[in-house]
């Protein structure tokens, strides 16, 4: 059974129809990326699935027991507040040392718990927040825009390891990009909304789509072989190509 269903989801707000129409469905264990331009509606989407946003029309169906992991883009707190990272993770609800050292190691963190929350990088920042999402032990990880001030290295690197966490979680990944990157080689799957899904399918597929094409052009090619070139991590137990 597909985890998440959407079915001709329509939103209204403010008097304007934001996203119309919309059907799409996320399996376990896949990695889909919506990309689209500014005010394209990809945050108002996920804030659909989230159930922070009413639907007008549509539905959403959900597996029974589905758990959802949100990463938000940025650190949902005052940084200068003196936190440390396992203290972080603690919050709101009580983990055990041992599992919190273990998201952090699975979110590339390791050996780091003791250390202020205003003191990481950026990409740590970023993997902090993930290890948090991983807390919950979700079926479905979603991410806003989670490399936003990260270099392209920093951003291929995040998602070589959402990547890692999928093979070794099994749990499925829905995350939003305002701009291509190498977020759709990191991808099995990618949608591009405009307030309607354009056209989808895999990364070179949705990047030769014309579509695609009418509102990004042919910049991705680049991006795409980056991600290639920087991709010799092997994958176990999940079968899925880039090519
Ligand atoms: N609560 C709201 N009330 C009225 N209009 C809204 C509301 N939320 C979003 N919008 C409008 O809907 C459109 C889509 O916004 P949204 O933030 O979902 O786009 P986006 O694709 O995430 O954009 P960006 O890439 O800039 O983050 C925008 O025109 C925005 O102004």
């Known amino acids: 059974m597909n985890l ?18 919309i059907s799409l469905s996320i399996d376990p264990g896949e990695i889909v990326t919506i990309v689209g331009p500014n ?11 989230l159930g922070a946003m009413p639907v007008s029309g549509g539905t959403i169906t959900t597996r029974p027991g589905l758990t959802i992991g949100y990463v938000p883009q940025k650190l949902p707190l005052d940084g200068s507040l003196p936190l440390t990272v396992a203290r972080f993770l603690a919050l709101p609800h009580r983990h055990s040392p041992k599992k919190i050292a273990g998201a952090l190691k699975l979110a590339g963190l390791p050996d780091i718990g ?19 999402a991983l807390l919950s032990e979700p079926d479905l990880l979603i991410l806003d825009e989670p490399t936003t001030g990260l270099d ?18 099994g749990c499925a990944v829905l995350m939003v990009s305002h701009d291509l990157h ?3 080689a990191a991808s099995d799957r990618v949608i591009c909304l405009n307030g309607h ?5 895999t990364p070179a597929s949705v990047a030769s789509a014309p579509e695609y094409r009418a ?4 910049g991705t090619g680049g991006a795409l072989a980056l991600y290639r070139h920087d991709h010799d991590h092997e994958h ?8």
């Open 4 to 21: 998440l269903t959407l079915s001709d989801v329509t939103v209204r707000a403010g008097g304007s129809l934001i996203l119309d129409r």
């Open 39 to 49: 005010g394209s509606g990809k945050t108002t989407l996920m804030r659909t699935i």
């Open 114 to 132: 003791d250390r202020q929350l205003s003191a990481l990088s950026g990409g740590q920042m970023q993997r902090a927040l993930l290890a948090r």
């Open 152 to 169: 392209q290295q920093g951003e291929a690197g995040f998602y070589r390891r959402i990547e890692m966490v999928r093979d070794k979680r």
């Open 182 to 184: 190498v977020v759709m």
């Open 197 to 201: 899904v354009c056209c989808h399918g």
């Open 215 to 218: 509102l990004f052009g042919h």
């Open 236 to 243: 176990h137990g999940h079968s899925h190509s880039h090519d």
